[in-house]
């Protein structure tokens, strides 16, 4: 059974990755009740593979529907009837972790967030290995970001969104400290140039906590394993300390 739900499962990614979710502003759905739609109307056609999928997120929810059904449309002789379950955040991550570990009761597909996705590699894993589809797109991926849902070499999640960032400036105020941001090439410099800064100005929480969050990215792609995961840490905490002396 496992290895049919996975086969359908790599036709479903060569449209849309799916099976981790990344951190994002979107805030989860906080309604008491779960609301499920199918994305095809009426029963499930001979055929067509039937597969359950569990999000946190109204808006995720309307992505996979939409993408099963290009995917239908592509694929007329592959279709798929994909039930899609949203539930309150914690709910579903909560739920999701109790069904893998009794054995019972687990959707084919789940959407887990970023920071929850930990949780689902203690012990032994009880999702799925993906590595034959990761592996074969590797290099169109990016790599740290697939690190995040891996453990003994396999992969058990694929990130389907990494979202830009920009840093603006105020040169009025990096004049008077002293900093030329032209000169800000690496990640060294950017904490050279706020250590000059330091306790000048003030920072609006929202953009100290997206600088901290893609710091702390940044600073832990160096290493492998439990170091990479330290170097991630030590970056937030750093960050979050030097938010605390600015608010």
């Not at 396999?154 to 960032?165: M, S």
């Amino acid at each position: 059974m496992k290895r049919h739900v996975l086969s359908v499962l790599s036709l479903m990614v060569a449209l849309v990755v799916v099976l981790a979710a990344c951190s994002s502003g979107n805030k989860p759905d906080s309604s008491a009740s779960a609301s499920s739609s199918a994305s095809a109307s009426g029963g499930s056609p001979a055929g067509e593979a039937k597969l359950e999928m569990w999000t946190f997120n109204e808006l995720h929810k309307t992505f996979y529907d939409d993408m099963a059904k290009r995917w239908n449309e592509a694929n007329p002789d592959k279709k798929i009837q994909l039930s899609v379950s949203v539930f309150p955040y914690e709910d579903m991550h909560n739920k999701l972790l109790v069904a893998l570990q009794s054995g019972t009761g687990a959707p084919d597909l789940a959407d887990i967030e970023l920071n929850k996705f930990p949780n689902f590699l203690k012990g032994e894993p009880q999702l799925i290995p993906l590595n034959d589809i990761v592996e074969p797109e590797i290099t169109n991926l990016v790599k740290s970001r697939l690190d995040i849902y891996a453990k003994d070499g396999q992969y058990y999640g694929i990130d389907f969104h990494v979202g830009a960032a920009v840093i603006y400036y105020n040169k009025e105020i990096l004049d008077k400290a002293g900093v030329n941001p032209d000169e800000i090439v690496t990640w060294a410099d950017y904490e050279a140039a706020g250590k000059k800064g330091a306790g000048r100005h003030r920072r609006p929480d929202d953009d100290a906590r997206d600088v901290r969050h893609l710091v702390a990215d940044a600073a832990g792609r160096a290493g492998s394993g439990q170091r990479r995961l330290a170097n991630r840490r030590r970056a937030a905490e750093y960050h979050e300390r030097g938010r605390s002396r600015t608010a």
